[in-house]
């Protein structure tokens, strides 16, 4: 089935850096969702894009959808110790509801 | 703000034996879901269920598992003779039926997850 790749695995940002994380698909994307999960918590919902090209805003989160709807990017903006966590993307499926395929994440530490 | 709430947080087993892992989902939401998480892994589906049946299911989702809505306000999920290699997260989670200018959108709502360990 179609597999969703994230990278990198691991990222290590100082405090006040920027930095992105990919998500990939050798298949066309029908919607993508963007979780995050704290340490030792449960996912939670950030986003989803829809259109091809789409840009989204967070307050310092940007997220984007490429134009063949095969890859997205969260860009974090001033890392902050806050962001700490594992940032998940997710694949809806057109004819289903919920029935999410999720990458393996991408888990972020933030150095003060 | 209006939470998915799971019972226990933690279940210790011995392999073979039945747990019953529960849930309570937002109240006004139509979907339900269980997925999982083995440690350091991704997140999984199970099952979504849909107007008291099963909406989907997926190839872990086998004989051994079981799910159901006893009442108005519970969601199940039964694991039978349990094995080791069932020891994972158990994350319930409930979304609305949205359709904000004609777009589907999806947003699951997880609880805090049943740490389920099978010794």
């Known amino acids: 089935g179609q597999q969703v790749m994230q990278i990198p695995q691991y990222q290590h940002v100082q405090e006040g850096e920027d930095f992105t994380t990919y998500c990939n698909s050798s298949?066309?994307?029908?919607?993508i969702q963007w979780y995050k999960q704290r340490p030792g918590g449960h996912p939670v919902f950030l986003i989803q894009?829809?259109?091809?090209?789409e840009v989204k805003k967070q307050k310092r989160l940007t997220f984007q959808f490429g134009e063949a709807k095969k890859n997205s990017s969260l860009h974090i903006t001033a890392t902050q110790t806050t962001d700490v966590g594992t940032y998940f993307c997710?694949?809806?499926?057109?004819?289903?509801?919920?029935?999410?395929?999720f990458g393996a994440g991408t888990q972020v530490v933030v150095t003060p | 703000e209006p939470e998915v709430t799971q019972t226990p947080s933690h279940q210790v087993t011995q392999m073979g034996q039945e747990v019953i892992l529960r849930c309570v989902p937002i109240s006004n939401h139509l979907y339900f879901y269980w997925y999982r998480q083995i440690l350091g892994q991704k997140v999984e589906f199970l099952v979504s269920?849909?107007?008291?049946?099963?909406?989907?299911k997926s190839e872990i989702f086998d004989d051994q598992f079981s799910v159901e809505r006893p009442d108005g306000s519970n969601f199940t999920l039964k694991i039978r003779s349990t094995k080791l290699e069932d020891s994972a997260m158990y994350f319930c989670a409930s979304s609305p039926f949205e359709f904000p200018a004609g777009q589907k959108v999806e947003k699951l709502f997880f609880g805090s997850g049943t740490q389920l360990s099978v010794l």
């Open positions: 269920f849909y107007n008291n049946e099963i909406s989907e």
């Open positions: 894009l829809v259109k091809s090209g």
């Open positions: 298949t066309t994307l029908s919607n």
């Open positions: 997710a694949d809806t499926k057109p004819d289903s509801w919920g029935k999410l395929q």
